[in-house]
């Protein structure tokens, strides 16, 4: 599907406002033509998103007539070097706090909160376009198991292929509506990798600044994966970094599945998005200017689970860097969380800034609200 005939559609799904969506109708003209920008030809070809076009070519050669939001306007939040004299960057931030008389909410499994119904079945939507891909290990096998100190539900454990675990968290460069992105997160969730995340809105806002300083380009997605023994490997293209993780953290490149090739993963992802009325696509004017020094905030879950998805897009949306411990059924980190706490159920967030840690996508949502955004 290409030209005006995408671009009605996609005009169409834009101007149609979910509860998840982050923008408002006099916007939804301008955004419509930005997706369609998105999934033009060319972005297809060179494997950037839609903002990861350079800005010279947004607003001339590419698209002259193009009305950008007034978000792009907005100042990236850029980290200053630290002199060598000075304290640690976290000790010279301003505090944040866990609310007065804020408690952790009760788990509640499988449960849906009241007024996120279509917040969820935006999730389940693009969790059925993409078939499920990202919330499975890799090599998973069903068993039983009766075991009270590893995680099975009713005497049902399935397991996965182990193989080799990085010794320390990669780290990735993207955001979440960006369709190459998000096949990216799901070869990390096959593979159970722990990877921090480092949210490059458009690629022109939060860590986009140190991704153009790190890699060279306001490209997304970027990897960087701190454990190789001749220095750190840096990576642009969505393909060949799926390559490399099933080669290095996995059964190897011959084994990518074809969920995560081609037009297929392309077209798929992109649709997903739109289902989400492309939540954390801008940072969000209310967060913090510091966010993006906070240390890593940790995130159990998996790509794709409808119920982390809100979650992920939020953590975007401030600007939060994150760690996200990915956990596929399966996966070994299934049995790590429930000695954690004592059961398995995602989202879970344990936040090293305040010492919060609480269950329940709402309720993270809520807590992010009230820690992370100014009035």
């Not at 060179?46 to 978000?71: G, K, Q, W, Y």
């Not at 986009?208 to 490997?233: C, H, I, M, R, Y």
């Not at 969380?337 to 989202?347: A, D, H, I």
Request: aromatic share 8%.
């Amino acid at each position: 599907m290409h030209g005006a005939a995408l671009q009605v559609v996609l005009g169409c799904a834009l101007a149609w406002r979910s509860p998840a969506s982050v923008f408002s109708r006099p916007l939804a003209r301008p955004l419509a033509r930005r997706a369609a920008l998105l999934m033009s030809d060319p972005p297809v070809a060179s494997d950037l998103a839609a903002s990861d076009l350079p800005l010279a070519a947004e607003t001339s050669s590419v698209a002259p007539d193009l009305p950008l939001p007034a978000v792009v306007s907005e100042p990236l939040a850029v980290v200053a070097p630290v002199a060598s004299d000075l304290p640690p960057v976290a000790s010279r931030l301003p505090p944040v706090r866990i609310p007065t008389g804020w408690k952790p909410p009760e788990p509640k499994p499988l449960s849906v909160p009241d007024g996120r119904l279509l917040v969820t079945l935006g999730g389940t939507v693009g969790l059925i376009m993409r078939l499920g891909t990202g919330v499975v290990a890799v090599g998973w096998k069903p068993g039983f198991s009766t075991d009270p100190k590893s995680y099975n539900l009713y005497g049902l454990r399935d397991t996965a292929s182990a193989y080799p675990r990085p010794a320390l968290p990669l780290k990735l460069y993207e955001y979440e509506p960006s369709p190459y992105c998000r096949k990216v997160r799901e070869a990390c969730s096959m593979l159970s990798l722990n990877v921090t995340m480092l949210p490059c809105p458009r690629a022109r806002q939060g860590f986009a600044a140190e991704l153009l300083a790190l890699g060279g380009k306001q490209q997304v997605p970027f990897l960087v994966d701190p454990n190789s023994a001749a220095g750190p490997t840096q990576l642009y293209e969505s393909d060949d970094i799926i390559d490399y993780l099933f080669d290095t953290y996995g059964p190897g490149r011959a084994d990518v599945p074809w969920t995560l090739r081609g037009p297929f993963a392309f077209w798929t992802c992109a649709f997903a998005a739109l289902a989400r009325g492309l939540a954390g696509n801008a940072r969000d004017a209310k967060a913090r200017a510091e966010n993006e020094q906070r240390e890593p905030i940790v995130l159990w879950g998996n790509e794709g689970s409808p119920f982390v998805k809100p979650v992920r897009e939020r953590l975007v949306e401030l600007a939060l860097p994150h760690t996200f411990v990915m956990c596929p059924r399966g996966s070994a980190q299934r049995d790590i969380l429930f000695s954690k706490t004592g059961r398995f159920q995602v989202p879970y967030l344990d936040d090293p800034n305040t010492g919060a840690a609480l269950f329940e996508s709402d309720a993270i949502i809520a807590y992010l609200n009230a820690v992370y955004t100014v009035p």
